[in-house]
């Protein structure tokens, strides 16, 4: 049998794009590939341009934005760019000329425009449009392996005629995300060259990695959507941590049960645009892939076992009782938070991490309590509304529709945009589908359901990042981005403000799971946030095996490897609190409460 990877290492095009959500292995399933071809004989570079890198971590070498040899591994080079610079870099170039022309109020808000995730991934794109489209710089390998990959949303922007223009002069101040454009027109060809590469097949490859959980699985999909309406098609799937429970073991570990079952559904359900791509199913492994040797392993690791039989479609009723386990889980939490007894609770965190089942479980458990609680999602499948068909008097939920609070952000903005060309509005309607402008839309909807914390207990499933909340204060901005036309902002909006950083008021939890990845992303949230000058109030670890007795021998060397990402936790974060893997009633786990 070969190995997991082989439905990409056979068929791959010289440069690869492995691509995914935090969290699901995408680092381990580059470098992985990366060895193999190595190991076969073709001289690889690796890149990463991901602003959260752990490639250093799992090659176990320091690295650079310099390609450096891979000790222990012939033929493989590896270099870690730095988009975070990069985007310092364009913002200087874009400021600068106006540091002595204008007020230093109004530099400010320039500056924070420039802050976003957004600048950040052009920036990215900027340094990986050389290795790709530049044929010189890489003509030492045979294979190029990239440990990221634009979205949609970066790539129709450098398509658009109009992000080579002077448009964001003549119009400072109506978009949220092009700044950085600004600086780019120089590379005009090459970045045409760069896209051009990445939509022929014959040159590119992109590589979906996702792991076997019906949520990680929807945003596969979106991505894999969105990118193939661009002609870039994905060449494969890679399924990573497919669980099997050993059958020595599976009788005794209703753990292993449970996890195997979960992922027997997603797969069951996979969607039909997935579903339809190469596959490869990647075993999950004892530990974290850290070291050479271990990125061996992977490489060389044969498919996971086919899945077994799905024991049925999740019930509603059996996703209530993991959101009440969840509950339990975090009494101790949720008795310090009681004890306000008022305000707002925002769960934060990326996809995939749980904070959904936190928020749901929060609002269940301050409704048990006899508090008066509003729960609120933006997700069409979020867990706060999972609770509406039996939720006690004191609890009511309602869903905010980003779709319809963007459309309705986006024909206000349209209508004043009454000046532009049509290069112009075209431009301007890529912004407006942008991930800031639908933050900028959800945000205004909080701000009318965040006023019901005054009097009882208000729980949210998504909150503002700290670069939204700092582009709404910044000087001359806050009108800009919050209305974009010539109204008042609205008095709900203008309160939420300084709500959001009053922490009598708003307690912010950042949810994370035990692993590398998704830990030093809720890092960089947890300084985003401070940078605006909210203090996040706790941190649960979501889906933990520490607390649990396990017996198969996957489960029980994966807890013992979360020690390490516990006390990072420790390390960063005021007050912790951990929910057990599943959660499932059928399990009794130690007590732990609050570490």
Known sequence: MGPA????????????????????????????LALAWAERGERTLLVSTDPASNLDEVLGVALSPTPTEVPGARGLVAANLDPVAAARAYRERVVGPYRALLPAAAVASIEEQLSGACTVEIAAF?????????????????????????????????ELPAAWTHFLEASAGTTSCLGPLAGLSAQRELYRATRDALADARRTSLVLVARPDVAAL????????????????????????????????????????????????????????LAALPRADVPLLPSAVVGGEAVRRLAAVPPAPAAPQPPGAASATARRDEIAAAADALAPMIDALAAAGH?????????????????????????????????????????????????????????????????AYTREVLDAATGLDAAGRALLEEDLRSPCTEEVAVFRALARVVADGVEGFVVVDTA?????????DAAGSYHREVTRTAGDVPDAVRALLPRLRDPAF?????????????????????ADLRRAGIEPWAWVVNQTLTPLAVADPVLVARRAAEARRLDEVEALARRVFVVPWLAPRAVSPDPVGAR
Do not use: W
């Open 5 to 32: 990877l082989a439905p990409v290492l056979d068929r791959a095009a010289r440069a690869v794009f492995v691509t995914g959500k935090g969290g699901v292995g995408k680092t381990s399933v580059a470098c992985a």
């Open 343 to 407: 305000g707002v609770v925002f769960t934060m965190g990326k996809g995939g991490v749980g904070k959904t089942t936190v928020a749901a479980a929060v609002a269940l458990g301050l409704s048990a309590r006899g508090h008066r609680v509003h729960g609120t999602t933006t997700d069409p499948a979020g867990a706060v509304a999972d609770l509406a068909s039996d939720a006690p008097p004191t609890l009511r939920t309602s869903r905010i529709d980003p779709k319809a609070e963007v459309a």
């Open 506 to 526: 708003t307690r912010v939890v950042v949810v994370t799971l035990p692993e590398a990845t998704p830990v030093h992303e809720a890092a960089a949230l947890q």
């Open 126 to 158: 900027d340094e990986f449009a050389r290795l790709l489209a530049d044929p010189a710089v890489t003509a030492g390998y045979a294979r190029v392996v990239f440990d990221t990959a634009p979205t949609g949303h970066t790539l129709r922007l450098l």
């Open 464 to 472: 503002p990042t700290g670069h939204t909340v700092l582009l709404l």
């Open 218 to 273: 929807a945003e596969a999909e979106r991505t894999r959507s969105e990118l193939a309406a661009l002609g870039v098609a994905p060449l494969a799937l890679v399924l990573n941590g497919c669980f099997r429970a050993d059958p020595r073991t599976r009788a005794a570990d209703p753990v292993a049960a449970a996890l195997e079952a979960r992922g027997a559904r997603a797969l069951a359900a996979l969607p039909p645009g």
